[in-house]
Structures are given as C-alpha cells and as structure tokens.
C-alpha cells in the first residue's frame, strides 16, 4: 500500500509562487497525479508524472524524483481563483486505481 | 451533459434507512470508480467498474455498502442501514481507457450524505 503525506494547509499572497510538497512511500510505484479541488466542486486533473523531472504547463508546474519517492506543484502568478484543495495521487503495481492523499489547502490573499 | 453527473447532489436520511446514489459517467467511459470523501481528507477508494464488470470492490467498507452497472453506464452505489459514520461526500469518476497509464479521471461533483 502507500503512504502518501502532504502539507494540510498552506497560505500565500496573490501573485507570489508557491510550492506544495508530496512524499509517497510504496512497494512498486507507477506515476503520480495531481488534482484540483475547489470547496463543494469535483476534483479536475492538473498533471502527471512518471519520469524523474519537471513538467510545466502554464502557471502550474509539477516535479518528481523516483528515487527520493517525493513531488511538488508549482503554482507562480498566484491568483485569489487558486485557492482551493490540492490532491496528490499515487499509482503502484498493476492498478492504474489511484490513490489520494489528504490533500493540502491552499489559501490565497490579497 | 458533457462531465460526470450525480443524483442527488445532497441527501440526509435518518439512521438505519436505506440510500441510493446514482452516476451518470461520460458517454462511453469504460472506467468507472466511486470514492468516499470525509471532510477535510482525500477521496477513499471503494469500487471500479470496467463496463458492467466490478473488477474491485476492496475498498467498500462493509456490506451493508452495493453498488452495481448493469448496462456498462448509470452505476448506482446503495447502502443499507445508514449508520451516522457513513456521512460523507461520495465521488464517481470515469475515464475512457482500462489499465492505461496516466489515464485522468473525471469526476462528478459528488452527492453529499449527511445521516441523522
């Protein structure tokens, strides 16, 4: 199984860069994904990565290191929109089924 | 529509009735999945579907919990006897390719299940 750990809550300032960290430990990793989730709405995909590196599109970017068993997701240009929970998911073994960490809430201020 | 739809998007039932949740995934979807989501936590994994298949149901917490689709589409997800610890929001997501890796997820808004 894996054990998936991420920040509860984070803050920043609109327009700033913030950058939200997710450990994983499991017996035969696939890739990982990231999600957004805003209050009461339907978790929308952002990324996924299953090479060590990292992958931008737009505003979002999203890292991995295999070997460290570790990603993050980038957000820059913060926007008051962005607030909202970020979900990492991990996919091990033969299942393609992920599986989800708390989630980290973002707050974003003015 | 053209995303994930549920019904209904809230419900409160008094302890020990029975509730039904319904899904509507994205026309042609192969990939259904239902997850359970406690407030402040990430989605729990219950069940999958491929087609009207259930390939996984490790995840449902008891039996009193069923779900079932039948004709490969509308899945409905039951649970019997409601006990005050099942009150969360129950997420169905779909995706269109079986075992494919890094295949997203669409989800549905989810129903809201409250028990008295």
């Known amino acids: 199984g894996q054990n998936i750990d991420q920040p509860t809550e984070m803050t920043a300032t609109e327009g700033a860069i913030v950058q939200i960290n997710c450990t994983y430990q499991t017996s035969g990793f696939n890739g990982l994904f990231w999600y957004q989730q805003h209050a009461g709405e339907a978790p929308t995909f952002l990324s996924y990565?299953?090479?060590?590196g990292l992958e931008e599109k737009g505003r979002f970017s999203s890292f991995l290191s295999r070997s460290k068993g570790y990603s993050y997701l980038l957000l820059k240009e913060l926007q008051m929109k962005d607030s909202a929970s970020y979900l990492c998911?991990?996919?091990?073994?033969?299942?393609?089924?992920?599986?989800f960490g708390r989630g980290t809430s973002l707050i974003v201020h003015p | 529509g053209a995303g994930v739809s549920q019904s209904p998007r809230y419900k409160v039932a008094k302890r020990g009735q029975d509730v039904a949740l319904r899904c509507d995934p994205i026309?042609?979807?192969?990939?259904l999945f239902w997850y359970q989501q406690a407030l402040g936590q990430g989605p729990e994994f219950l069940t999958y579907?491929?087609?009207?298949?259930?390939?996984?149901k490790s995840g449902l917490p008891s039996d009193r919990f069923f779900a079932e689709r039948p004709e490969g589409s509308v899945s409905t997800l039951k649970i019997q006897r409601t006990q005050q610890e099942d009150s969360a929001v129950y997420l169905c997501?779909?995706?269109?390719?079986?075992?494919?890796?890094?295949?997203?997820?669409?989800f549905g808004d989810g129903t809201r299940l409250s028990i008295l």
């Open positions: 026309s042609g979807h192969v990939s």
């Open positions: 998911a991990v996919t091990e073994g033969g299942s393609y089924i992920p599986t």
């Open positions: 990565n299953v090479l060590d």
């Open positions: 997501a779909s995706s269109s390719l079986v075992g494919r890796e890094g295949q997203p997820q669409h």
């Open positions: 579907f491929q087609n009207e298949a259930q390939l996984d």
